[in-house]
């Protein structure tokens, strides 16, 4: 049956809601989205995909319609996340899989790449404004570094504004030749998910945690070099959140990396859908996947 199917599956005490489109038995695209979205930023993307491939966008741990019970405790860390989607993986018995990588999805699915122990099962990485370089981050960071290195709730105050609708719509129109174009029920839905009763500070508590993704740059770096995966960079050229030099720094560790911009900002697949889709099917089937 064709079309995009919504699931919900239990893995590492967290009811995982996820969207998946294609057949069973074609190769695997795992979609990892960003903040402050979810699996919805994948709506279209996914059926473009289903015809050649099997899609699947999982909401993470704090995002989208993924619940995570009180009683879990759940500590809110990429390290966890990348845990999370670790045993998502392993409960839908996902052997191969390209990854798909943006924003929070870069570092949930690098570390599961590398930090899980599992880089044989990547087959390509397409990174669409997934950074993994510190030249690849804008001064959109300067606050969120100021309450890296002072985490007063003082300094975390000050970045409450990130969780605010007006962030939100910014974070999609920002770069934007035709901001219009944006569907407001993205910018809308993100900002609903968001207001939740205790939402709010699991996002800040992720803000601060995402030093540790800096961290891991090198490790990042060292997968990169050690098992040289095909990887597409496909990015927004006008993204303030992830520059441009983020995309070009791929080259530095992987020399046959692709990287192609779109005149777009940080979600630059709302605008520029099917540029994006062209440039994502050549690149897997350039690479036999």
């Given at each position: ?51 050649k491939y099997r899609a699947i966008a ?28 670790e045993a998502f993986v392993d409960a ?47 001064e959109f960071w300067n606050g969120i ?145």
């Amino acid at each position: 049956m064709s079309g995009t199917h919504i699931h919900t599956i239990e893995v590492d005490g967290v009811e995982v809601f996820y969207r998946e489109a294609g057949n069973l038995h074609a190769p695997v695209v795992l979609l990892l989205h960003g903040f402050p979205s979810s699996s919805f930023q994948y709506r279209n993307l996914l059926t473009k995909l289903e015809g050649k491939y099997r899609a699947i966008a999982p909401d993470l741990p704090g995002f989208g319609f993924t619940k995570v019970p009180d009683a879990r405790k759940y500590q809110y860390s990429f390290e966890n996340i990348a845990k999370t989607i670790e045993a998502f993986v392993d409960a839908l018995s996902l052997q191969k899989y390209a990854i798909y990588i943006f924003d929070y999805g870069a570092p949930t699915g690098l570390r599961h790449g590398l930090a899980l122990s599992r880089p044989s099962a990547i087959t390509a990485i397409i990174s669409q404004n997934g950074n993994a370089f510190e030249v690849g981050l804008g001064e959109f960071w300067n606050g969120i570094r100021t309450y890296w290195n002072d985490p007063t709730p003082a300094n975390r105050e000050s970045l409450t504004w990130l969780t605010k609708f007006k962030a939100t719509k910014y974070q999609y129109e920002a770069g934007e030749p035709h901001p219009e174009s944006i569907p407001p029920e993205t910018y809308h839905l993100d900002q609903a998910l968001m207001d939740r009763p205790g939402n709010a500070d699991i996002q800040l508590d992720l803000q601060l945690n995402y030093q540790t993704n800096v961290a891991l740059y090198p490790s990042f770096h060292e997968y990169f070099r050690r098992y040289q995966p095909p990887l597409l960079a496909i990015w927004g050229k006008n993204d303030g959140i992830f520059v441009p030099a983020g995309a070009e720094a791929f080259k530095t560790v992987l020399p046959k990396a692709e990287v192609h911009f779109v005149d777009g900002g940080h979600f630059a697949l709302e605008n520029h859908l099917d540029e994006i889709t062209d440039r994502i099917m050549g690149f897997l089937e350039s690479n036999g996947v």
